[in-house]
């Protein structure tokens, strides 16, 4: 279950600079115009859900 949760975090990471990137820059921006652009925000918004997640089952595998 640790490694489960690491890999979580991981991924939730990976997924906040994706939505980072899809947003912020102009390069991401000019990739994902108009409807396209919320695959970035909802990426980036999920991941921000996981991470605490990832923390809580990191928690009580440990314990």
Do not use: N
């Not at 991924?11 to 990739?31: I, K, N, P, Y």
């Not at 918004?45 to 595998?61: H, Q």
């Amino acid at each position: 279950m640790k490694l489960f949760a690491i890999v979580l975090l991981l991924l939730s990471l990976a997924g906040m600079l994706f939505g980072w990137w899809g947003l912020e820059t102009v390069s991401g921006r000019h990739q994902f115009d108009e409807m396209a652009g919320i695959i970035p925000l909802v990426a980036g918004t999920a991941s921000i859900i996981l991470l605490p997640v990832a923390g809580v089952l990191y928690y009580f595998a440990s314990r």
